[in-house]
Nanobody, 126 residues
Framework: QVQLVESGGGLVQAGDSLRLSCAAS????????MGWFRQAPGKEREFVAA????????LYADSVKGRFTISRDNAKNTVSLQMNSLKPEDTAVYYC???????????????????WGQGTQVTVSS
């Protein structure tokens, strides 16, 4: 079991940056691949970014590639999402998730993630 708590959301203007963080507690953090997902009002939850257990492999949604960067610090049990050049369409609740499957490559599939945080709101005004 792992508990995940996101932080860092807020209200920003288009073009601004935000850094989301997710603190994990419970089992060994480095045994989980980690992912970020988001859900906008009236829309399904969608994949944003993922990172392998070691941090050596990352995966991004096309909509955020080149603007967002996922990273992790296994010594501090944290995973972060640096979001630059934010757009109004990035407005959503952002969720951190943990994948315990042990696969080497990170996944964009929500079914791979057994543990989810409560989410943090990101609002980007135009």
């Amino acid at each position: 079991q792992v508990q995940l708590v996101e932080s860092g959301g807020g209200l920003v203007q288009a073009g601004d940056s935000l850094r989301l963080s997710c603190a994990a507690s419970g089992r060994t953090f480095s045994s989980y691949a980690m992912g970020w997902f988001r859900q906008a009002p009236g829309k399904e939850r969608e994949f944003v970014a993922a990172i392998s257990r070691s941090g050596g492999s990352t995966l991004y949604a096309d909509s955020v590639k080149g603007r967002f960067t996922i990273s992790r610090d296994n010594a501090k049990n944290t995973v972060s999402l640096q979001m630059n050049s934010l757009k109004p369409e990035d407005t959503a609740v952002y969720y951190c998730a943990a994948d315990p499957s042990g696969w080497l490559d990170p996944s964009r599939r929500p079914v791979r993630y057994d543990y989810w945080g409560q989410g943090t709101q990101v609002t980007v005004s135009s």
